[in-house]
Nanobody
Framework: QVQLVESGGGLVQAGGSLRLSCAASGRTFSSYAVGWFRQAPGKEREFVADINWSGSSTDYADFVKGRFTVSRDNAKNTVYLQMNSLKPEDTAVYYC?????????????????WGQGTQVTVSL
């Protein structure tokens, strides 16, 4: 079993940056791919980014390409989401989750362990 804890959220002005962290417990964390999702009030949870077990392959939703970067440090059991050029529409609760590498990325049903989320608020 893997337990995940997100941190790094907060309030930032449009155009600013935040770095989210997803800290994991469990010896097998490095064998999992990790995804970031977000959910804004009244909206469905949506895919943001994904990184494979080694960090050699990443995937991004179109609306964050060029602004967000996902990375991981398996020695620290941590995955990061660097968010630059933030927009008010990026306001949401951000979640990290793990999936077995053989399962398709992006589909939330393939991610079996989730963190509790961290709030990101971007003001004008």
């Amino acid at each position: 079993q893997v337990q995940l804890v997100e941190s790094g959220g907060g309030l930032v002005q449009a155009g600013g940056s935040l770095r989210l962290s997803c800290a994991a417990s469990g010896r097998t964390f490095s064998s999992y791919a990790v995804g970031w999702f977000r959910q804004a009030p009244g909206k469905e949870r949506e895919f943001v980014a994904d990184i494979n077990w080694s960090g050699s392959s990443t995937d991004y939703a179109d609306f964050v390409k060029g602004r967000f970067t996902v990375s991981r440090d398996n020695a620290k059991n941590t995955v990061y989401l660097q968010m630059n050029s933030l927009k008010p529409e990026d306001t949401a609760v951000y979640y990290c989750a793990v999936r077995n590498s053989y399962l398709t990325r992006r589909y939330y049903g393939n991610y079996n362990y989730w963190g509790q989320g961290t709030q990101v608020t971007v003001s004008l």
